[in-house]
């Protein structure tokens, strides 16, 4: 089994500055995208930033030149830094990552069980 563990929630005033890290652990192949994505009450869950195997990076446009994501691809983990906040970024953030397990074919999708960041005005 995979699990993703995710840390670094938590409140900050507005301007202020988060890390939030993912680990995965269990029975790992290969990891192929991995990522964040939040969630508040009421609307869909949406991607903030992921990246991918290859090197290639996707922020949402509010992520864009104030989060950096990054990985230490030797622990299977991502973090996400977070600056310039403000309460539209209220939510709680979810690690997401594609996994394929030894011997396994294919790629599972996995889901973190999310830490809440809340921004105050």
């Known amino acids: 089994q995979v699990q993703l563990v995710e840390s670094g929630g938590g409140l900050v005033q507005t301007g202020g500055s988060l890390k939030l890290s993912c680990v995965a652990t269990?029975?790992?192949?290969?990891?192929?995208?991995m990522g964040w994505y939040r969630q508040v009450p009421g609307k869909q869950r949406e991607l903030v930033a992921v990246l991918i195997t290859d090197g290639d990076v996707n922020y949402s446009d509010t992520a864009k030149g104030r989060f950096t994501i990054s990985s230490d691809n030797r622990k299977n983990s991502v973090s996400l830094q977070m600056n310039n906040l403000n309460p539209e970024d209220t939510a709680v953030y979810y690690c997401?990552?594609?996994?394929?397990?030894?011997?396994?074919?294919?790629?599972?999708?996995?889901w973190g069980r999310g830490t809440q960041v809340t921004v105050s005005s």
């Open positions: 269990g029975s790992i192949g290969n990891i192929k995208e």
């Open positions: 997401n990552a594609d996994v394929r397990r030894p011997g396994l074919p294919g790629y599972t999708e996995y």
